[in-house]
């Protein structure tokens, strides 16, 4: 962590952010569009490569509304054989920079029916069904205490902080449970069915280890899917990762406008 701190701080001259922001899958413009310093994921140490089609796996650092802001442009995954403890390690180091706010974002598929393609849902709460747990293993005291709580990982005042955010600019929010599975295969018909009587309102692949983490870690937490396609509770539909790009393209304009003026109203 050291090692990873100091490389980071050299090439940022010290940049302290307050806030970070986790993009992910065809989520990455944001980044793009407000980059002061951006770092290769390949050239920090202790970091691994993002393999995946849109997330470039660059860490970028950018003042957006007068806040200092880390993004994660692109995550690792559990299903890149990578283990819980390494797609969450750049969580802690955001900790270690000064983060206190992280904002959580990803491509998700529709189990409520209500919900169709291009939507925002806040994630209200996770269902963690992959199987593993990143706090597995030593603890790190410095960090977060054994048996960490879990009762509101998403805050609430973060929650209501979109909602008003959402108003403002007239996007239309939904809320809801967020379910994840290992992955890389999508869910069948069956899987959604069963997710859904569990109480989950959209799926995905990631998320929910971040999510624990930075708890664990004492930041403030918001999560916010897209919704790349609507439930496949009939069956016989098919889905390929790039429906699930081509999805978040269509309503990148508002997530990136509604992330914005939460960033801004976001208090240092």
Known sequence: MEETIKYINEKTNNFMPQIGVILGS???????????????????????????????????FAEIAGKKVVMMQGRNHFYEGHSMQEITYPVKVMKKLGVKTIILTNAAGGVNPDFKAGDLMLITDHINFMGANPLVGKNDDTLGERFPDMTQIYRKNLINLSKKCAENLGISLKEGVYLANSGPSYETPAEIRMARILGADAVGMSTVPEAIVANYCGLEVLGISCISNPASVAGGEKLSHEDVIKATDGAKLKFESLVVKIISELQG
Do not use: M, Q, W
Not at 34 to 50: M, Q, V
């Open 26 to 60: 065809g989520l990455g413009e944001l980044a793009d569009e407000y980059c002061d310093t951006a770092i290769s994921y390949n050239d920090i140490p202790n970091f691994i490569k993002s393999t995946v089609k849109g997330h470039k796996g660059r860490l970028v």
